[in-house]
C-alpha cells in the first residue's frame, strides 16, 4: 500500500526490445554475422546468452528483422543519426530588407548584396518599400524599385507573384533560384557522313 495515495510509478516498457517483440519469429541478426529465422522467444534467449538485447529493427519486413546488440549503443547511435539530420536540415526563413521610395544607389546596393547572400543560403526575401506621409503620393516609385530590385537578382531568385500594396508598404517575395544542372554536351555528328560541300554522294 501507498502511504502518500499515489499511484506507484511504472516501469518503462522498452518497445520493439527482446520480450516486448510481439512478432512470433524474426530474422535474428548476430554480431558474428549470422542470420538466422527464429522464434522470437528463441532468439531473444540466444542473444541474452551473449549478454546483449535483441531489438527489432525492421518490423515491416517479413519476417521482422531483429539485431543482437547492446540496446544502450543502439540509442547512442539512433540519437547521432538523429542528430546528424536535425543539424543538416534547413529550415527556409523569410529575411525581410526595408526600403524607402527615395533610397539612395549605396543603400541598394548594400541590401542587394544582402540579398543575394539570403538567396544563396536557400531563404526568402521579402523586399519591402515603406511610404511615410506624403510619400504615398508617389507608390509608382516604390514599385519600380521593386521591379528593379527583382530584375537586379533575377540570377539567384524567382519573384512570386508582382509588387503588392499592402496599407503604407509595397512588397516583393523572392524565392532562391535552384542549381540549374549543365546540359549534357550534343553528341557530335557522325564521323561517317560526308561533308556537305555540295558534291553529290
Excluded: C
Aim: proline content about 9%; overall charge positive; cysteine-free.
Amino acid at each position: 500500500m501507498n502511504p502518500r495515495g499515489f499511484q506507484p510509478r511504472r516501469p518503462k516498457i522498452r518497445e520493439n526490445v527482446n520480450e516486448a517483440i510481439r512478432a512470433r519469429e524474426v530474422r535474428a541478426v548476430f554480431p558474428d554475422g549470422s542470420v538466422e529465422i527464429l522464434p522470437t522467444p528463441v532468439a531473444v534467449r540466444k542473444a541474452q546468452d551473449l549478454g546483449l538485447d535483441l531489438i527489432l529493427i525492421a518490423p515491416t519486413a517479413e519476417p521482422p528483422v531483429a539485431k543482437a546488440m547492446d540496446y544502450g549503443q543502439w540509442q547512442y547511435e539512433n540519437k547521432k543519426k538523429q542528430h546528424e539530420a536535425k543539424r543538416k536540415q534547413h529550415v527556409i526563413q523569410v529575411k525581410e530588407l526595408k526600403f524607402r521610395p527615395n533610397t539612395d544607389d549605396h543603400d541598394y546596393e548594400f541590401k542587394k548584396n544582402h540579398a543575394i547572400r539570403f538567396l544563396q543560403e536557400g531563404n526568402r526575401v521579402k523586399a519591402v518599400v515603406q511610404f511615410r506621409g506624403r510619400e504615398i503620393a508617389h507608390v509608382d516609385l516604390g514599385k519600380k524599385l521593386l521591379l528593379r530590385f527583382a530584375q537586379d537578382l533575377s540570377q539567384h531568385g524567382s519573384v512570386e507573384g508582382q509588387p503588392r500594396l499592402e496599407g503604407r508598404n509595397a512588397h516583393v517575395l523572392l524565392s532562391p533560384v535552384k542549381a540549374s544542372t549543365p546540359k549534357e554536351k550534343e553528341k557530335p555528328k557522325n564521323p561517317s557522313s560526308p561533308p556537305s560541300n555540295g558534291a553529290p554522294a
